[in-house]
């Protein structure tokens, strides 16, 4: 018995041992044209064994490229897309800048802050006022999603102050959403989320069976 600890190591272990066999058979085919026809039929079956590919821009040039990394860029073939170069695999990408803006409260977020700002800019009246108002809202159940607890109304406008510099004021005999309605939104957010998560999990289990049935 042959153990896979005896074998080479797959190099793409998505694509499984017998596809790198194809591939390391077809490197030694000494005819061009056969072995170009060789390459043309693994990379169909390639793209057949992982249709999530196809949901990837240009999936057939992705085919290619891994169809020469299996091979260690050893097999000569006439691909229809530039041919990666070993070296490229090598090459580390570029160090991404961590953001040098500071958040003044975690549980908005910039993003938040950014509307705040925007909110601010616009001319007095009563639209303002009642965008202001949803977006206290929304900060109370971005507050809530944090911290799981309850919040006075005071806070939230004292924050929404905070963050437009004193541009943005409510009256304080303005009630925003009870905490309980705001909880129960949230927690309903989640099972959404949640039952999406499943669908998903679920549809690529049956791509999976229906793969192993054929």
Request: charged share 30%.
């Amino acid at each position: 018995m042959e153990y896979n600890t005896s074998r080479n190591r797959l190099v793409i272990p998505e694509y499984g041992r017998n596809i790198q066999m194809m591939i390391e058979h077809a490197i030694t085919i000494e005819d061009r044209e056969k072995r170009n026809s060789a390459a043309k039929a693994i990379v169909a079956v390639m793209g057949y064994l992982n249709p999530q590919l196809q949901n990837i821009t240009d999936f057939r040039h992705k085919l290619w490229d891994h169809l020469f990394v299996i091979s260690d860029f050893k097999l000569d073939v006439d691909s229809p897309y530039p041919i990666p170069s070993k070296d490229s695999l090598k090459s580390k990408p570029q160090r991404v800048s961590y953001p040098n803006n500071k958040i003044k409260f975690k549980y908005y977020g910039t993003q938040m802050e950014n509307m705040i700002a925007k909110i601010a800019e616009m001319v007095e009246g009563e639209k303002k006022v009642q965008i202001t108002q949803n977006i206290a809202n929304f900060m109370k159940m971005s507050y809530l999603t944090w911290n799981r607890d309850t919040v006075d109304d005071s806070t939230i406008l004292g924050h929404l102050e905070k963050l437009s510099e004193s541009k943005l004021k409510l009256s304080e005999t303005v009630k925003l959403n009870h905490t309980n309605e705001l909880l129960t939104l949230s927690k309903e957010k989640e099972r959404e989320r949640e039952r999406d998560r499943k669908q998903n999990r679920g549809g690529r289990n049956n791509n999976k069976n229906r793969r192993r049935k054929k």
